[in-house]
């Protein structure tokens, strides 16, 4: 395998909009230097997925395969696999991420501009012409049941304001016409599915595959119903995103995209799907509608972005910034205390830390049953006091460890809405379908306030707070150390 850093090349970046893929390429290869190339032939799926997946340890870079066998364009993964990068996409930091989100919802919101001359469809294929074997959409994980489209956003308008929705969904290829689309009940699309299925209808879509990565960062922020999509993802992405009309369906599509899929589903047409690898690193399988493809629209020097299902950038994807800024503002509706929140990728999704500022001796527990009924796909919550850096596994374990006692501050919650892709999880079948429940806990590892807790006695000394120990280092000892360490200095999960 030849791996360097990204080069400027045409096959490899193009050109394009300032807030397209290929320029956040760019800068990812220029400023950061995140971005390995691997330019030897090699296989969509099998051979691209476990180079991503062996250089998940490694600081989880992005890879881009420049001769994917049997593929007219390159292939980009790992794009969303550190928490930095996906901060970064969205013009800000690991610190501040929750926060940019959160203000949304308070506006004002960029605009969308509809423009006539569309890269997107410069390569277009509709009708009979229309083969999904055209795209190098990969079989990741080891016993998938066929390729699965994994990086694509659904553009769909909800039926009850009339605004455009956007989702990312598993999917997968039945023919070169046809894949299923898996939305759950309680997601926008399912939503939309529902009503459509009640009304004796179908449903267009767009399925965007490839665009700025705040694009994708957009899509998984629960916006409410009565606020556009795409005007969340023009924020994001420091707008206004353009917007041209699709070939076949009634719907606006990211004119600056890589590749677009047009289609429409059939509510009622179900079919088998799965099983498929899934964000607990575990197989999945169900019943989903099946979507017609009418068109396939492209830039002629597309970059196919696929993302790795068993892979930290799924988690990353799915977890940060929008679901732990939903979860933190849930859990402060009940606990104004809570500083900070995290879920861990490495925990599948399932477990969160807490940080509270205590004030009255039960705010641990408060913080536990708040965060257990904010999210059902927790089974662990571990609640600290603030002056542990809940991004440091060391420290919550130190802080579990010597400031909890097990027949005082765990918390314990039998037959709890649990979820089917955690396969400890209690499975019944309820009105004909099944559903599943989870026994819960929490432990709260924050300080008695009464008696008094011991002062910790690893605490800086005074005025060294904030000491930088590589300052000490000068010249050529401090940049070896830098750079020798930089992965750990740098690296956050």
Same mark, same amino acid.
């Given at each position: 395998?030849?791996?360097r850093?990204?080069?400027?090349?045409a096959?490899?970046?193009?050109t394009?909009?300032?807030?397209?893929?290929?320029?956040?390429?760019?800068?990812?290869?220029?400023?950061?230097r995140?971005?390995?190339?691997?330019?030897?032939?090699?296989?969509a799926?099998q051979?691209?997925?476990?180079?991503?997946k062996?250089?998940?340890?490694?600081?989880a870079?992005?890879v881009l395969?420049t001769a994917?066998?049997?593929s007219?364009w390159p292939?980009?993964?790992?794009?969303f696999g550190?928490?930095?990068r996906?901060?970064a996409?969205?013009g800000?930091?690991?610190?501040t991420?929750?926060d940019?989100v959160? %203000?949304?919802?308070?506006?004002?919101l960029?605009?969308?501009?509809?423009v006539?001359?569309?890269?997107v469809?410069?390569?277009r294929?509709t009708?009979?012409e229309?083969s999904?074997?055209?795209?190098?959409?990969?079989?990741h994980?080891r016993?998938?049941?066929?390729?699965?489209?994994?990086?694509?956003?659904?553009?769909?308008?909800?039926?009850?304001?009339?605004?455009?929705?956007?989702?990312m969904?598993?999917?997968?290829?039945?023919?070169?016409?046809?894949?299923?689309?898996?939305?759950a009940?309680d997601?926008?699309l399912g939503?939309i599915?529902?009503?459509?299925?009640?009304?004796?209808?179908?449903?267009?879509i767009?399925?965007?595959?490839g665009?700025?990565?705040?694009y994708l960062?957009?899509?998984?922020?629960?916006?409410p119903?009565?606020?556009d999509?795409?005007?969340i %993802?023009?924020?994001?992405?420091?707008g206004p995103?353009?917007?041209?009309?699709a070939?076949?369906v009634?719907l606006?599509v990211?004119a600056?995209?890589?590749i677009?899929?047009e289609?429409?589903?059939?509510?009622?047409?179900?079919s088998?799907e799965?099983?498929?690898?899934?964000?607990?690193?575990?197989?999945?399988?169900t019943n989903?509608?099946?979507c017609?493809?009418?068109a396939?629209?492209?830039r002629t020097d %597309?970059?196919?972005?696929?993302?790795?299902?068993?892979h930290r950038?799924?988690?990353?994807?799915w977890?940060?910034p929008?679901r732990?800024a939903r979860?933190l503002?849930?859990v402060?509706e009940?606990c104004?205390?809570v500083?900070?929140v995290?879920?861990? $990728?490495?925990?599948?999704g399932?477990?969160?830390f807490?940080?509270?500022?205590?004030?009255?001796?039960g705010d641990?527990k408060?913080?536990i049953l708040a965060?257990?009924?904010?999210?059902?796909?927790?089974k662990q919550?571990v609640?600290?006091d603030?002056?542990?850096?809940? $991004?440091?596994?060391?420290r919550?374990?130190?802080?579990?460890a010597?400031?909890s006692q097990a027949?005082?501050d765990?918390v314990?919650l039998?037959?709890?809405r649990?979820?089917?892709?955690?396969p400890?999880?209690t499975?019944?079948?309820?009105r004909?379908?099944?559903d599943?429940v989870?026994?819960?806990a929490?432990?709260?590892?924050?300080?008695?306030?009464?008696?008094?807790f011991p002062v910790?006695?690893?605490?800086?000394?005074?005025?060294?707070?904030?000491l930088?120990a590589?300052?000490?280092?000068?010249?050529?000892?401090?940049?070896?150390?830098?750079?020798?360490w930089?992965?750990?200095l740098?690296f956050?999960?």
């Amino acid at each position: 395998m030849s791996c360097r850093t990204m080069d400027t090349t045409a096959n490899a970046t193009g050109t394009g909009s300032a807030t397209g893929l290929r320029a956040y390429l760019r800068a990812l290869r220029d400023q950061t230097r995140d971005l390995l190339v691997v330019e030897r032939e090699v296989e969509a799926g099998q051979e691209t997925c476990s180079i991503v997946k062996a250089l998940e340890p490694l600081g989880a870079p992005a890879v881009l395969f420049t001769a994917v066998r049997g593929s007219r364009w390159p292939v980009v993964m790992g794009l969303f696999g550190t928490r930095h990068r996906i901060a970064a996409m969205i013009g800000t930091d690991e610190g501040t991420a929750l926060d940019r989100v959160l %203000a949304l919802q308070d506006g004002p919101l960029a605009d969308v501009e509809e423009v006539d001359d569309a890269p997107v469809q410069q390569w277009r294929r509709t009708g009979d012409e229309v083969s999904l074997a055209d795209l190098p959409i990969a079989v990741h994980s080891r016993d998938d049941a066929a390729p699965y489209i994994t990086s694509g956003v659904i553009v769909a308008r909800d039926p009850r304001t009339g605004l455009i929705n956007t989702g990312m969904y598993r999917m997968m290829v039945l023919d070169e016409r046809h894949v299923t689309v898996n939305a759950a009940p309680d997601h926008d699309l399912g939503r939309i599915l529902a009503k459509a299925h009640h009304d004796g209808t179908t449903v267009p879509i767009a399925i965007v595959i490839g665009h700025h990565p705040a694009y994708l960062v957009a899509s998984q922020v629960k916006n409410p119903a009565t606020v556009d999509s795409h005007r969340i %993802a023009a924020t994001l992405m420091g707008g206004p995103l353009r917007v041209a009309p699709a070939l076949t369906v009634d719907l606006p599509v990211p004119a600056d995209a890589e590749i677009i899929i047009e289609g429409v589903i059939d509510p009622d047409a179900m079919s088998e799907e799965g099983p498929f690898g899934e964000f607990s690193y575990y197989y999945g399988a169900t019943n989903a509608p099946v979507c017609t493809v009418q068109a396939v629209t492209a830039r002629t020097d %597309a970059v196919f972005l696929d993302l790795h299902p068993t892979h930290r950038e799924h988690l990353g994807l799915w977890l940060f910034p929008g679901r732990e800024a939903r979860f933190l503002q849930r859990v402060r509706e009940s606990c104004p205390g809570v500083q900070r929140v995290r879920i861990p $990728f490495h925990s599948g999704g399932l477990t969160a830390f807490i940080s509270i500022s205590k004030e009255h001796e039960g705010d641990g527990k408060q913080a536990i049953l708040a965060g257990l009924a904010a999210d059902h796909f927790l089974k662990q919550i571990v609640v600290v006091d603030d002056d542990i850096d809940i $991004f440091d596994d060391r420290r919550v374990l130190w802080a579990v460890a010597v400031r909890s006692q097990a027949d005082a501050d765990l918390v314990t919650l039998e037959g709890a809405r649990g979820i089917k892709m955690d396969p400890s999880a209690t499975a019944f079948t309820d009105r004909g379908r099944p559903d599943y429940v989870s026994a819960k806990a929490g432990v709260d590892a924050t300080r008695r306030l009464h008696p008094r807790f011991p002062v910790a006695a690893d605490l800086p000394h005074p005025g060294l707070e904030d000491l930088d120990a590589l300052a000490a280092f000068e010249g050529r000892d401090r940049r070896e150390l830098d750079g020798r360490w930089r992965h750990l200095l740098d690296f956050r999960e």
